[in-house]
Nanobody, 123 residues
Framework: QVQLVESGGGLVQAGDSLRLSCAASGRTFSRYTMGWFRQAPGKEREFVAAVSWSGGSYYADSVKGRFTISRDNAKNTVTVYLQINSLKPEDTAVYYC???????????????WGQGTQVTVSS
């Protein structure tokens, strides 16, 4: 059974930091590119960051310098992290973890998705 389970979200203040985690199991996710997307109320889901199976990382321009993605390829479960620093109110969104064998920026290329974790940043 494929599972992507996000955790680490919450209510924080502007300027705080958070680390989101995503535990992926049920496939050989060590060979997948893992990505984070977010969706704010009333907006489309947008790409945030991705990390390839070999460790290469990619970021949306809006989060470069504040977000860091990383992964831990354990035997049966891949864990993907998203470190978020200097949080801003505009970072408020549901953050989703996803896995793809395709192009990292292409939302439709991601085959497996988690349920999301809410991040709320108060000013």
């Amino acid at each position: 059974q494929v599972q992507l389970v996000e955790s680490g979200g919450g209510l924080v203040q502007a300027g705080d930091s958070l680390r989101l985690s995503c535990a992926a199991s049920g496939r050989t996710f060590s060979r997948y590119t893992m990505g984070w997307f977010r969706q704010a109320p009333g907006k489309e889901r947008e790409f945030v960051a991705a990390v390839s199976w070999s460790g290469g990382s990619y970021y949306a321009d809006s989060v470069k310098g504040r977000f860091t993605i990383s992964r831990d390829n354990a035997k049966n479960t891949v864990t993907v992290y998203l470190q978020i620093n200097s949080l801003k109110p505009e970072d408020t969104a549901v953050y989703y973890c996803a896995a793809t064998n395709g192009y990292y920026r292409d939302y439709e290329a991601y085959r497996y998705w988690g349920q999301g974790t809410q991040v709320t940043v108060s000013s």
